[in-house]
């Protein structure tokens, strides 16, 4: 898992994108496509509690909110959040709330999920391996973490100045995953997001890793 030093993106950057968000048809397209693969890969119902942590503008959970019982979407970005928390008010939903959370600094929230999604937001997370130990202990006992994310890259997805994890290794994260305290550790390609670069285009593939909380 590298990770290149210099610019951070936090929560100000993201702030600043949170109203043009919705408008790009790739974020919204990747969407779409991890929501019907986390449809494939966990049977959803409307007893679960879900979180969505790095929830953005909620491009993933509102997709899932009528096969869930509540999704929290979580976020260390104010400007994300009030973008969601308007479009939960325009769609007039019952079963989503919101929540300011880095988990890295913030107590976790004392309630436990059946289900954790999170879209492109992991490699943001300096510390890997402590995200996944949170995770494992939000989760109830079986329940499920979907993990949308880059596969590893050289660092041109962002550019080599901007301090993220470089996308993940499937082997490395299955193994970090288990480490954690999951089971039944899977992953399928999802989508792939094609980027312009002086040389060409080039493709970064999405992967989807689905785990599971052992049940005891
Ligand atoms: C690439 S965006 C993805 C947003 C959304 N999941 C989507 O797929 O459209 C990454 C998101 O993660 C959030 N984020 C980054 N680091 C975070 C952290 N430590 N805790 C919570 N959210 C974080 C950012 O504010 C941003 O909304």
Known sequence: MTRAPNLQLDAAHFDAKARQWDENPVFRERALKIAEAIRRTVPLNRAMHALDYGCGTGLLSFPLKDELGFILMADSSAGMLAVANEKIAA??????????????????????????????TLHHVPDADRILHIFHDLLTPGGH??????????????????????????????????????TDVCFETVFSIAKEHEAGTRDYPVFLMRARRAES
């Open 91 to 120: 769609q007039e939903v019952t079963n989503m709330a919101t929540l300011q959370l880095d988990l890295m600094a913030d107590p976790a929230p004392s309630r436990a999920f059946d289900l954790i999604i999170t879209s492109m």
């Open 145 to 182: 973490l979907c993990i949308a994310d880059l596969d590893q890259e050289d660092g041109s997805f962002h550019g080599p100045e901007v301090d993220v994890h470089h996308g993940f290794d499937r082997g490395d994260l299955q193994k970090r995953t288990e480490r954690a305290g999951f």
